[in-house]
Each structure stands twice: as C-alpha cells, then as structure tokens.
T-cell receptor, first 112, second 113 residues
Framework: NAGVTQTPKFQVLKTGQSMTLQCAQD?????MYWYRQDPGMGLRLIYY???????DKGEVPNGYNVSRLNKREFSLRLESAAPSQTSVYFC???????????FGPGTRLTVT | DAKTTQPPSMDCAEGRAANLPCNHS???????VYWYRQIHSQGPQYIIH???NNETNEMASLIITEDRKSSTLILPHATLRDTAVYYC??????????????FGKGTHLIIQP
C-alpha cells in the first residue's frame, strides 16, 4: 500500500516550457486535490476532483489544467510555465468516511 | 478571514507533553476541528479530528472547550521527530470539496533535546 505517489520529485523548467505532474493513489478514494506551497506559507488549493471525470477550480487555478484520468490518477499540467509557478506541489486524496486527507511527498518545481 | 489562530512557534523539552493551542471563535455547528502536521519538506500528515468531545488516538489527544471556541492538541511524550509545523483547521464534516483544506501559517513546534 503505497498511499499517494507523485512524480517527478524535482523539476527545473525554463519559462514557457510545459510539463505534467503525475499523482496516483491506491486507497480507492473518490476525492483528490492539488495544492501548492510557497516558501513560508501554508498550502493553497489549485484544483479539486470529487470523482473520475469531474474537476473544480480551487483558490489559485490560473495557469494550470488538470485531468482525472481514472479513480487512481489525477494529473496537473502547466502549459506555459512562469517563474511565479516556482513552488512545491502536493497531491492529496480524501477518505469519504472520516474526511482525512492523505498527502504525497511533493514535487519541487523551479521555473527559471 | 482566518478561521483559526495559532501561536507562530513553541518549544517543548523532549519527553514532556506538548500542548498546542488553537482559537476558532467563529466555528459553526457543523464544523469539525482537524489537526495536521508538516515535517520539514514532507507532505502534511493527518493527526486527529473532533467535533465537541475529547478525542484520543495513537498519535495525540484533542481537547475541545465546551463552547467549541478553542482547542488544544496534546502530544503526550514529545520526541525530536515531532518537530514540525502543526496546523489547526476547521471544516464541515462533509469534506472540503472545492474549498479543500485551508492552511494558515500554523505553529512551528520545536522539540528540544
């Protein structure tokens, strides 16, 4: 039982490049989330998915797209990376009984 | 507007109980109190949650005042590995939905050897 996994762990992009952050969970959770964390700050929600095929914007969705490929996987895409998107990105899934969220180890992204 | 207020930092000696306070004076009747922690560079980790009764699990105890306007997270025998930022979060017991979890700045707990 791996929990929530994220790839890659680290990434450096140049301004304007694109990339997809991958997230998968093996806990059979319906809800999944993408957050970003800037230095010294709490996490902020980018996108949320209640179930396969559904997504909703969070607090800071601009510059991002998401795809809920199936129940296990929820990916985050940066179409044209900007230095302001330098951050640590966390994926989470949520248990529907106790509403606890389980987080992945994060992807550390630097955009130069 | 912040829903919770926590001290920015606290120290505790190893082996002693760490008591982390949280004020949530505007909590609604359908909102629970959740605690998470984030050890440096790692993803946040769920600790415990409660509505109005005191709760205990293998990690910690949660004491919620009778008026529900404040709570205290207790780590009974703190170890160096408990050094982390601790977040107190209030949210409805129907999941976060598109609101997710609202993380403030939390309390940086430092366990001293």
């Amino acid at each position: 039982n791996a929990g929530v996994t994220q790839t890659p762990k680290f990434q450096v992009l140049k301004t304007g490049q694109s990339m997809t952050l991958q997230c998968a969970q093996d806990m059979n959770h319906n809800s999944m989330y993408w957050y970003r964390q800037d230095p010294g700050m709490g996490l902020r929600l980018i996108y949320y998915s209640a179930s396969e095929g559904t997504t909703d914007k969070g607090e800071v969705p601009n510059g991002y797209n998401v795809s809920r490929l199936n129940k296990r996987e929820f990916s985050l895409r940066l179409e044209s990376a900007a230095p302001s998107q330098t951050s640590v990105y966390f994926c989470a899934s949520e248990d529907r009984e106790e509403y606890e969220q389980y987080f992945g180890p994060g992807t550390r992204l630097t955009v130069t | 507007d912040a829903k919770t207020t926590q001290p920015p930092s606290m120290d505790c000696a190893e082996g002693r109980a760490a008591n982390l306070p949280c004020n949530h004076s505007t909590i609604s009747g359908n909102e629970y109190v959740y605690w998470y922690r984030q050890i440096h560079s790692q993803g946040p980790q769920y600790i415990i949650h409660g509505l109005k009764n005191n709760e205990t699990n293998e990690m910690a105890s949660l004491i919620i005042t009778e008026d529900r306007k404040s709570s205290t997270l207790i780590l009974p025998h703190a170890t160096l590995r408990d050094t982390a930022v601790y977040y107190c979060i209030v949210r409805p017991y129907s999941g976060g939905g598109a609101d997710g979890l609202t993380f403030g700045k939390g309390t940086h707990l430092i366990i001293q050897p």
